[in-house]
């Protein structure tokens, strides 16, 4: 469908651009070298056709490929991020580009002895044969979302080079500041003007999912107080302590790296400490709403008993939902859903529906009045040094927005 290397070129173009968001900006984008991909975004979706190209203040990128069929049909949309994690350097991405992948170890960087394995990423071993783009070893490699933006410019480029194959009314849409909860913030809904969409934002091939987690943010400051410690008794008061105390006190088999499927976690990813004051940063996922509330209940009742043991306030918490379970926003439009198993079957394709173990735009449009389901980029090890994916999974991935263009125009 899309020749190899011309897919590489332009996967490669994307994720060389250093795009990471910053969790403590307030500005959108949140970080000013997000333009620079942005614009050049625009610029390259002008240049294959694509109409009322536009990028508003907060640099969100619309587009619009006209339908060429002559019936009535709905207007569908494709939408990606182009922003990286910002849990781990996304600055002078170094692609390394490995063909016909023979299943043995990659080496992704000799000097720091950084190593991708099988033997420790079994899904390596599901693309034997195919080729690979993985980084150096020293940054992520941005496949989340670029891989998306690179699958959604490639079909529309090839669906308007190929003018037979008909099509309604299709949307794109590219959003800075996915990966710090913040992609759908701003953008606008009615403009877009789809009946639904499509989020290229998935992992492994044949990936179609239509729930995710019910998403909050925790920020625990203890309060501690400072003295000499050589008069420190019965006076000072150790903020890491205490923090440690609640860390403790949270159920310790329910964090990410004891949990899979539908279940949900306390995860703390941050913690800065000192005598006077500590700071725990903690997400709080579940599916389940009832168990999401739940666990945020928790939280704030292990603050409130620590507080009453030591006589005075010293845990504050404050706590922020960032997104919700799409689920219930999918189910009563479930046909687009069957559309996009469908066009995957037709690609020869296993569809794996499973709930999203994270969050994804698609969550919060769907909330927004938009449908918004979400599909396989291909890539694997997201926001590390060990990411990769496969150029054949992008491929495929370009195939199935080609089909499902066509299925709708067959409705």
Avoid at 204 to 226: D, R
Avoid at 285 to 310: G, T, V
Avoid at 364 to 386: D, E, K, T, V
Avoid at 396 to 405: D, G, L
Wanted: glycine share 8%; charged share 25%.
């Amino acid at each position: 469908m899309i020749e190899k290397q011309y897919l590489i070129d332009r996967f490669v173009s994307y994720v060389t651009v250093d795009t990471e968001s910053d969790p403590t900006s307030e500005n959108t984008p949140s970080t000013n070298k997000q333009w620079d991909l942005a614009n050049a975004l625009v610029a390259e979706l002008k240049d294959i056709g694509m109409q009322d190209v536009s990028i508003d203040e907060n640099s969100y990128i619309m587009a619009t490929l006209p339908s060429n069929s002559d019936k009535e049909l709905p207007i569908i949309g494709f939408i990606s991020h182009f922003d990286t994690s910002p849990d781990f350097t996304g600055a002078n991405v170094k692609p390394q580009i490995i063909e016909n992948y023979d299943g043995s170890d990659i080496i992704l960087n000799k000097e720091e002895d950084i190593i991708l394995s099988p033997s420790y990423f079994e899904d390596l071993l599901l693309y034997k044969g195919q080729t690979l783009i993985t980084t150096d070893g020293t940054t992520l490699l941005g496949a989340d979302d670029k891989a998306g933006i690179t699958e959604i410019i490639s079909a529309m480029e090839y669906l308007i080079n190929h003018p037979e194959l008909k099509h309604g009314t299709i949307k794109v849409g590219f959003t800075p500041d996915e990966e710090i909860g913040r992609g759908a913030h701003k953008f606008d809904v009615k403009k877009f003007g789809a009946d639904w969409a499509y989020t290229m934002d998935g992992s492994q091939i044949g990936e179609l999912e239509y729930e995710n987690f019910n998403a909050a943010g925790a920020v625990v400051t203890v309060k501690g107080k400072i003295v000499h410690p050589g008069y420190a008794k019965g006076k000072l008061i150790n903020s890491m302590y205490i923090a440690s105390q609640f860390i403790n006190s949270l159920p310790k088999m329910e964090t990410p790296e004891h949990t899979e499927g539908r279940e949900g976690f306390f995860h703390l990813h941050d913690m800065n400490g000192a005598v006077e004051e500590t700071k725990l940063q903690y997400i709080i996922r579940d599916h389940d709403l009832s168990h999401f509330e739940a666990r945020k209940n928790i939280i704030n009742k292990l603050a409130a008993e620590l507080n009453s043991q030591y006589g005075r306030e010293v845990i504050s918490v404050e706590i922020k939902d960032q997104y919700f379970n799409m689920r219930e926003k999918i189910e009563p439009f479930m046909y687009i859903v069957k559309i996009a198993e469908e066009a995957m079957i037709q690609a020869n394709i296993k569809p794996l529906i499973k709930p999203i173990r994270g969050g994804t735009d698609g969550s919060q449009l769907s909330y927004m009045g938009l449908p918004c389901p979400n599909i396989f980029a291909g890539g694997h090890n997201f926001h590390g040094r060990y990411e990769y994916v496969p150029v054949e999974s992008m491929q495929k991935a370009i195939e199935v927005i080609v089909n499902i263009a066509q299925l709708v125009a067959k409705q």
